[in-house]
């Protein structure tokens, strides 16, 4: 107001007539998203309330950027996106996934996980078939009918490398082995047990094959599991221990006797990634053996964009800026994290909805999900102030599968879009990244990043679009879910 006031008395020792234009044309400049002040993350422009970017920043980059991570591990890994310039599975992956068919198999997820959280099967036998600070970067991919991440591990002695995708909602981690009966084609060539002098099998009676959620006891007393995923990929085999190698080969640190599926009959939309890391709660789970080693939890920043490089870290550091919230627990699922999402601003002010509105069907936080779901009370009043934020400067653009708030930037420079944060029980506020707010497809196709569930009693989903650029921190020891600003591009 001060700078108003300051040219209201220049004006008034000329014209009344053009002081009283000048005015209404600064004060519609300053009322303008335009003017917003310096920008809020230095590239991105705009203030805390607006994100300003130039529509050429808006698609991915076709050239490969890997600069290395936020993490300050000395075992840290180069991971590039699943389907970007950097990605050592994009020669053989047959070319990528359309939007389309992406947000399609992401629904198929969504699917199993409401099916999860309302007291479903979360895997099964098919009858037909039954007979401490340590860093992994992370890049995106499409596996499990979604778009995950993926890093890469090494297994055995003398270790082998594979590339596998990570996952929160699942608990087992798995890799194709020799001999396969019915294997789909991965990138690296399938686990050799017979090459490594620390392999051995799981016997029935051990706890973790007692904790899976479908095994079976084949001859020998060899446990054998199969995971349904929920767009029907499956993977069935051995469960198996050997040496688990986190980092770089002159880097690495290593968990002994690491329990983990070896898949001889396995079909589904895997793509050519090796297989799978579970993150889930389970006694079976990466993060769960882990633990004694490297402390209860983890840690990942997803990057923005398909040419940059993000990280997985073991143990539960946290950066001095993050922020938590309490992790809650849930007896119906428990190798899911949940959380408690209370509030929701677009361009800084609250989107009125009750709390009870969030909290009646809970908030499950997950690094597979791609789009944010919420409780459709909540999504329609979230989309209509969003829609009332964009005002009529963008042509709207027609919807893509489950994204119905599109937009056309074509021909614009710039575009400016409203800040979209999510409030958390304890105080916990999170800003998302421009990257976070928008699902570009290309320039004419640019939605806003969250969908409904349809209902109001179908369980929330934090999905990763909106977690990018965040250091997500999972402190299972002391329950509670951190996120800190800016620990990756």
Not at 208 to 222: E, F, I
Not at 317 to 340: G, Q
Request: proline content about 4%; overall charge positive; glycine content about 12%.
């Amino acid at each position: 107001m001060a700078s108003v006031t300051t040219r209201r008395a220049a004006l008034s020792r000329g014209s009344s007539g053009l002081a009283v234009a000048v005015v209404l044309a600064l004060a519609a400049a300053l009322a303008s998203p335009a003017r917003l002040g310096a920008a809020a993350d230095g590239s991105r422009g705009g203030s805390p309330d607006w994100h300003v970017v130039s529509v050429s920043k808006l698609l991915p980059s076709a050239a490969c950027s890997t600069a290395a991570t936020a993490s300050n591990s000395s075992a840290a890994l180069s991971v590039v996106h699943r389907h970007g310039p950097c990605s050592p599975l994009l020669a053989r992956a047959g070319g990528a996934p359309s939007h389309a068919e992406i947000l399609d198999r992401d629904q198929d997820r969504v699917d199993s996980i409401h099916r999860r959280a309302s007291g479903g099967a979360a895997s099964r036998i098919n009858p037909a078939r039954a007979s401490k600070g340590l860093s992994l970067p992370a890049h995106s991919g499409v596996s499990l009918g979604t778009g995950n991440y993926v890093v890469s591990v090494g297994l055995g002695t003398p270790r082998k490398d594979f590339a596998v995708v990570f996952d929160t909602g699942s608990d087992l981690s798995w890799v194709q082995c020799k001999p396969c009966g019915d294997c789909y084609e991965q990138q690296d060539p399938l686990f050799d047990p017979s090459q490594s002098s620390t392999y051995a099998s799981v016997p029935c009676g051990d706890a973790h094959c007692r904790g899976l959620d479908s095994s079976t006891c084949a001859s020998g007393n060899k446990c054998r599991y199969e995971v349904v995923y929920g767009d029907q990929s499956q993977t069935d085999g051995n469960l198996v221990r050997d040496t688990l190698t986190l980092g770089s080969s002159q880097s690495s640190d290593a968990i002994q006797g690491f329990v983990f599926g070896c898949g001889d009959d396995d079909s589904g939309l895997f793509g050519k990634a090796d297989g799978l890391v579970g993150l889930g709660r389970a006694k079976v789970s990466l993060a769960s053996q882990a633990a004694a080693k490297y402390g209860a939890g983890f840690s990942y920043c997803l990057p923005s964009s398909n040419g940059a490089a993000g990280y997985l870290s073991l143990g539960a550091a946290a950066p001095s800026n993050a922020r938590f919230t309490a992790m809650v627990a849930r007896r119906d699922t428990p190798s899911f994290y949940y959380l408690d999402l209370v509030g929701i601003k677009v361009g800084g002010r609250t989107v009125k909805v009750s709390q009870a509105v969030y909290a009646a069907p809970g908030t499950v936080i997950d690094s597979g999900t791609v789009i944010t779901r919420l409780p459709d009370t909540a999504y329609r009043a979230v989309r209509a102030a969003f829609v009332r934020a964009m005002g009529g400067r963008y042509k709207r653009a027609p919807a893509l599968s489950i994204l119905d708030t599109c937009y056309d930037f074509t021909g614009h420079t710039t575009v400016q879009i409203p800040s979209v944060a999510l409030a958390f029980a304890g105080g916990a506020t999170v800003a998302l990244d421009f990257s976070g707010v928008l699902y570009v497809a290309k320039v004419s196709q640019a939605c806003l990043a969250f969908a409904s569930n349809g209902d109001d009693t179908s369980i929330g989903i934090l999905g990763n679009t909106q977690q990018k650029t965040f250091a997500v921190v999972y402190d299972v020891a002391n329950q509670k879910i951190g996120f800190g600003a800016k620990a990756c591009t």
